[in-house]
């Protein structure tokens, strides 16, 4: 899964079981400057990650937006659920489906023009 999908704490852990280096596509949104973020980078998490910086709106930059509308129009489609956990279920379970199938995140990388 994008480590974008996570909530900042538990990108703090997961990034901790993936080994090497790591290159974070950061848009220039106000809430990624945000002081958790900065507590993260300051407290090593800068020594294994590249930040490339696109600018604040670009989804025509942005590879995450490729991977959101693949989830929205194809794995999501026509969906209505009817509460909000079960809104919940049926995302994860799409995101555990988008796992399983790497070339779809690969064309999307693919797509603004950057090597995968």
């Keep these: 899964m994008p480590l ?3 909530p900042v704490k538990k990108r703090e852990t997961s990034v901790h079981h993936i080994p ?8 220039g949104s106000p809430i990624h400057r ?14 294994r990650i590249h930040l490339e910086p696109l600018p604040a709106y670009a989804p ?3 590879p995450d937006e490729g991977v959101w509308n693949y989830l929205k129009r194809v794995e999501l489609r026509n ?5 909000l956990p079960a809104l919940r279920r049926a995302f994860w379970l799409a995101v555990a489906r988008l796992r399983r199938r790497p070339h779809i995140v690969q064309a999307c990388i ?3 023009g950057l090597d995968v």
């Design 110 to 112: 693919k797509q603004v």
């Design 4 to 6: 974008s999908l996570l």
């Design 20 to 27: 090497g280096k790591l290159l974070v596509i950061w848009d």
């Design 60 to 62: 025509d930059l942005n």
């Design 79 to 83: 969906l209505c659920c009817a509460n």
């Design 34 to 47: 945000g002081e958790p973020v900065k507590q993260f980078l300051a407290n090593g998490g800068a020594e």
